[in-house]
């Protein structure tokens, strides 16, 4: 069964970092394309980053430098490094690949 799945989210200060980590059930997810998405209640699903099966990354507009994607091939899966989070920043935070989303990680920044 292809799956993903999410892990790393949590409570975090404004100002703070967190390390979300999406894990893959299939070995080819090492040499595709994967991205994070996120989606607070009553928005559309928003674009976070993505890495290209060649190793390049994009990321969305509202990121300006503070996050970083990056594969971890031990789990068939990406990481995704939160630095510098804001309250806005809050939202469920999803993997996706090949079709697939993950079942998702929550993100809250809250002091």
């Known amino acids: 069964q292809v799956q993903l799945v999410e892990s790393g989210g949590g409570l975090v200060q404004p100002g703070g970092s967190l390390k979300l980590s999406c894990a893959g059930s299939?070995?080819?997810?090492?040499?595709?394309?994967m991205a994070w998405y996120r989606r607070t209640p009553g928005k559309e699903r928003e674009f976070v980053a993505r890495?290209?099966?060649?190793?390049?990354?994009t990321y969305g507009d509202f990121v300006q430098g503070r996050f970083t994607i990056s594969r971890d091939t031990s789990k068939n899966g990406v990481d995704l490094q939160m630095n510098s989070l804001r309250p806005e920043d809050t939202a469920t935070y999803y993997c996706?690949?090949?079709?697939?989303w993950g079942q998702g990680t929550q993100v809250t920044v809250s002091s």
């Open positions: 890495i290209a099966a060649d190793g390049s990354t």
């Open positions: 299939r070995t080819i997810f090492s040499s595709v394309a």
């Open positions: 996706f690949t090949l079709g697939v």
